[in-house]
């Protein structure tokens, strides 16, 4: 019988995780830095741009100097030359005065505002202005985007395409971010074959150690696959003792209920303290976390989208606690289409697709993985609930 704990007792456990395992820091340059977790906050050493600059092609020129203009009052200004993109412009602009300038050229000292090209007109060392503007109109101004010392990226933040654009423009090209985790990945199963050779009546093909290797490199991790190992107490602690020396944490998928040839629990009970077996969720119930210096082996349910599941809804609470990252979860909110009901007892988690903010379950048995391909999200049923109702609003995660 598994002693089954709740969700809320699963992440009391966890809270003490970052205790029991401290990652290091490494230096990377911004190149590789995609999915990492920085490990320091970021402070800009700079302003940016850094000058005011043009966002026109036009006129720079004294905003008063346009005052009151129009088509048929033009303001005549004094051309005195051009503003060449990239180089600090040889002008100052004193009143009745203007340099042409293109969009991110560097404003010239004295002028306040640029002139839409559109809203002037050349007329050889001179040009008319036909629309007034206001001081700052059209310029970026120099810390406008990014003041000198503001933290802008915080600590546990995960390095996404739009975070190296930020650490472009400010010059920062190299950053502490953590270790990444290593994660062994073993498949257990007599019948389970790999995905490249055949697979005769009643063989499965190991779905898990490939569901699970790309979702860790997904989430920042480093994922290694130790393979199937057939179910054999001995083979499994043997693999499980290499994937344990070279990782942090080794995820064994299937053995890990109570059968005859589930030895999951064993092989956990021989490399350390087992933390639990059994979680009130649904699907996942056989789940089971074990500890050993530092280290965890975490064991998943054989069928394919109850494994898929606590690696979703309870693996990635690990590596997010253990990395310090900020999680910004991606939810939905949408209108339940059907009636949905389930037994107390435990959480479950549904796949469901949204059609126009409706909400419809995907009726799927834990042994099945085509679901996830055609599930917009999950909707959390809490323990205690015996159901949702056609019409009631819930949250979907991505
Ligand atoms: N008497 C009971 N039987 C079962 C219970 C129970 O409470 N009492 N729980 C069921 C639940 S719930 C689950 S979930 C599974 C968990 O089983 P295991 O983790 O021990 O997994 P296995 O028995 O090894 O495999 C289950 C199923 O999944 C297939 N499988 C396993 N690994 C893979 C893989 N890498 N890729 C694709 N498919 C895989 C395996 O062939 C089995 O069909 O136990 C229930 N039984
Ligand atoms: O717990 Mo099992 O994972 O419900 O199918």
């Known amino acids: 019988m598994l002693k089954v704990i709740t969700l809320e007792e699963f992440i009391k456990l966890i809270e003490n995780i970052k205790e029991l395992q401290e990652l290091q820091e490494e230096i990377i340059d911004i190149d590789r830095i995609y999915n990492r977790v920085l490990s320091k906050d970021i402070i800009s050493p700079c302003d940016l741009p850094g000058f005011n600059r043009s966002s026109v092609d036009g006129y720079a020129v004294k905003a008063n100097d346009t005052y009151l203009c129009s088509d048929s009052m033009p303001s005549v200004l004094k051309l005195l030359g051009e503003v060449k993109i990239g180089e600090i412009p040889p002008f100052v602009i004193s009143e009745g005065e203007a340099v042409y300038i293109p969009t991110g050229g560097m404003l010239p000292s004295g002028a ?191 069928h394919p989208l109850s494994c898929a599941v606590v690696y979703k809804f309870i693996v990635k609470k690990i590596l997010d606690k253990m990395y310090g990252r900020i999680t910004d979860d991606i939810n939905t909110e949408g209108t339940m289409g059907v009636n949905y009901h389930k037994a107390r007892g435990r959480e479950e988690y549904l796949p469901v697709k949204i059609e126009e903010g409706v909400i419809y379950p995907l009726y799927a048995k834990s042994s099945a993985i085509s679901v996830l391909s055609k599930a917009d999200g999950f909707i959390k049923l809490p323990r205690d609930c015996e159901g949702i109702e056609k019409g009631e609003k819930i949250i979907v995660m991505r």
């Open 112 to 302: 306040d505002a640029v002139v839409m090209i559109e809203d002037s007109e050349d007329a050889f060392n001179e040009v008319l202005i036909n629309k007034p503007v206001a001081k700052g109109e059209n310029l970026v101004m120099s810390d406008e985007d990014v003041v000198k010392n503001e933290v802008l990226l915080k600590k546990g933040t995960t390095i996404k395409p739009h975070h190296i654009g930020v650490l472009a423009g400010i010059g920062v090209t190299e950053v502490c971010v953590k270790e990444k985790i290593k994660i062994g990945i073993v498949s257990t199963g007599d019948e389970l074959v790999s995905p490249y050779s055949s697979c005769p009546v009643p063989k499965v093909r190991d779905i898990n150690g490939f569901y699970l290797k790309s979702a860790v490199e997904e989430d920042g991790c480093e994922g290694r696959y130790y393979g199937i190992v057939s179910d054999n107490k001995e083979k499994l602690n043997e693999v499980v003792k290499v994937a344990l020396n070279e990782n942090n944490i080794v995820l064994i998928s299937g053995g890990s209920s109570a059968g005859n040839k589930d030895f999951t629990i064993d092989i956990m009970e021989r490399h350390g303290k087992v933390l639990f077996h059994g979680l009130a969720i649904k699907p996942g119930k056989p789940t089971l976390m074990s500890e050993c210096n530092g280290k965890y082996i975490i064991g998943l349910p054989g």
